[in-house]
């Protein structure tokens, strides 16, 4: 549905995207990550053709980005960063000027507009003038105006941005119930998110892709020990000596809370499970106990260590360099 080879994008000199190379099938969900600046937006403004790319090749649907840009546009639902709205229209209006724009018939444009405001739940804001939309509203009306055509392909720029906890939640059973019927690249900070409903992810960090995988792989790739929290209370010194003595703990840390009570975070090798040694001690020393868990890692971890890691590369072929 898209493949993107060599594609770079240099403004006034300034490499923001640096020979991009990645693919996107027929029915995924793809998840397209970053920091700040990475060159999320800059990369889907150019596969949307609202930008030209300085070099390097891309189809989109089917179309290459350069030769039928218009067909691109037509087959791909676009919700760019900062959605571009009418304010003085109502909702309903607006969007059937969008759909009519994108060549629909007018009563075809009707039905399609109707359908587009009920799976964003806006059919009850359906007269509201625009600019009286609260943020999350506009953001919906950004996104029914992506999907009214039904295009195949829908390329959402950090859709639930500046959204709250639960318009987020509400956004994700939204892209999960689109991904039944489109395929989709979006850019997104939130990574639970991307967790819970992207099969893949491809992750760009100061213009180069540094990885392309299912969250799963990527958390299962990253090396970090492992994480146990303890909550207990006692002599907080022989605990933490105790701890240390504990084969396959590498690492001791606690704070004080209140109560007398100290949260100890223990970092393990992943391959031993301490749990039962750690709550014999506990148990022995007559201390009491909270919590004993284990924390699972994240796709935010996984991302944290990968993005400092490539940091950390280049600064050192850098010096090398130097
Ligand atoms: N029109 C422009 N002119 C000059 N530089 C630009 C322009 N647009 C973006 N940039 C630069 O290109 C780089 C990539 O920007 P881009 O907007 O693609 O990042 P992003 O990954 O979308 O970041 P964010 O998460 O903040 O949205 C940044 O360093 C940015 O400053
Ligand atoms: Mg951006």
């Known amino acids: 549905m898209i493949e993107v080879k060599n594609l770079t994008k240099k403004y006034a000199g300034r490499t923001a995207v640096d020979s991009i190379s990645f693919e996107v099938g027929k029915g995924e969900i793809v998840g397209f990550l970053g920091p700040n600046g990475a060159g999320k937006s800059t990369t889907l403004r150019m596969l949307t053709c609202f930008l030209s790319a300085t070099d390097g090749t891309a189809s989109v649907a089917g179309y290459d980005i350069y ?16 959605v571009p709205l009418y304010p003085d ?3 309903i209006e607006y969007l059937q000027f969008r759909a009519r724009l994108k060549g629909m018939r007018a009563r075809e444009a009707k039905r399609a507009v109707e359908e587009a405001m009920d799976i964003c739940s806006l059919t009850e804001r359906k007269k509201s003038i625009i600019s009286t939309l609260s943020k999350g509203y506009k953001q919906r009306v950004g996104l029914a105006d992506a999907l009214v055509n039904k295009p ?24 999960k119930h689109l991904g039944e019927r489109h395929t989709i690249l979006i850019s997104t900070h939130i990574l639970s998110e991307v967790e819970m409903t992207c099969g893949r992810v491809v992750i760009i960090d100061r213009g180069k892709i540094r990885a392309s995988d299912t969250p799963q792989n990527l958390i299962r790739r990253l090396r970090r020990p492992g994480e146990i929290i303890l909550e207990m209370k006692g002599d907080a010194g022989a605990a933490e000596s105790g701890l240390k003595k504990i084969d396959g703990i590498e690492a001791v840390s606690s704070t004080q ?5 100290s949260v100890f975070n223990l970092k393990t090798d992943p391959s031993i499970d301490v749990r039962e040694d750690v709550f ?3 148990q022995s020393s007559g201390w009491k106990i909270r919590e ?17 890691k490539t940091e950390a590369e280049e600064k050192e072929t850098e010096e090398t360099a130097s």
């Not at 809370?257 to 009570?261: E, K, P």
């Open 67 to 82: 030769d039928d840009s218009i067909e691109v546009r037509k087959h791909v639902g676009y919700m760019p960063e900062n």
């Open 89 to 91: 229209m109502r909702v």
């Open 152 to 175: 195949e392909l829908l390329i959402l720029d950090e859709p639930t941005n500046g959204l709250d906890p639960n318009q987020i939640r509400q956004s994700r059973e939204l892209i």
């Open 257 to 261: 809370v209140y109560g007398g009570w």
């Open 280 to 282: 014999s001690l506990v």
């Open 292 to 308: 004993l868990a284990s924390r699972a890692a994240s796709l935010e971890d996984a991302f944290v260590d990968l993005v400092r």
